[in-house]
């Protein structure tokens, strides 16, 4: 089974930075698209970046240059560089997968902010 373990969240104030990292494991993780998702409280899972397995990556339209993802097959991890965080960044980040005949990015235990995730807090 794929397994996705997010970890980096914490409680920062606003400008500040953080990294959160998700490892993988139990899936080929080299042909895997993987993305960031997030959900605040109160509000509908929603995008924040993805990475294919050639390393082009698309980002919301809310990011506007601060957030990064990347990936490093060899450690089977992606991660995702949060600079000038702001309180409306306040969420729980999820981690996602999508093989290369999966129509959609999904946990590994359904849609994509279904899983473990790690809670990013943002004070003003």
């Known amino acids: 089974d794929v397994q996705l373990r997010e970890s980096g969240g914490g409680s920062v104030q606003s400008g500040g930075s953080l990294r959160l990292t998700c490892t993988a494991s139990r899936f080929p993780f080299d042909d895997h698209d993987m993305g960031w998702y997030r959900q605040g409280p109160g509000n509908q899972c929603e995008m924040v970046a993805t990475?294919?397995?050639?390393?082009?990556?698309n980002y919301a339209d809310f990011v506007e240059g601060r957030f990064t993802i990347s990936r490093d097959n060899a450690r089977h991890t992606t991660y995702l560089q949060l600079n000038n965080l702001r309180p409306s960044d306040a969420a729980k980040y999820y981690c996602?997968?999508?093989?290369?005949?999966?129509?959609?990015?999904?946990?590994?235990?359904?849609?994509?902010?279904w899983g473990q995730g790690t809670q990013v807090s943002v004070s003003s």
């Open positions: 990475i294919n397995t050639v390393g082009a990556t």
């Open positions: 996602a997968a999508r093989g290369p005949r999966e129509p959609a990015f999904t946990s590994d235990v359904g849609p994509p902010c």
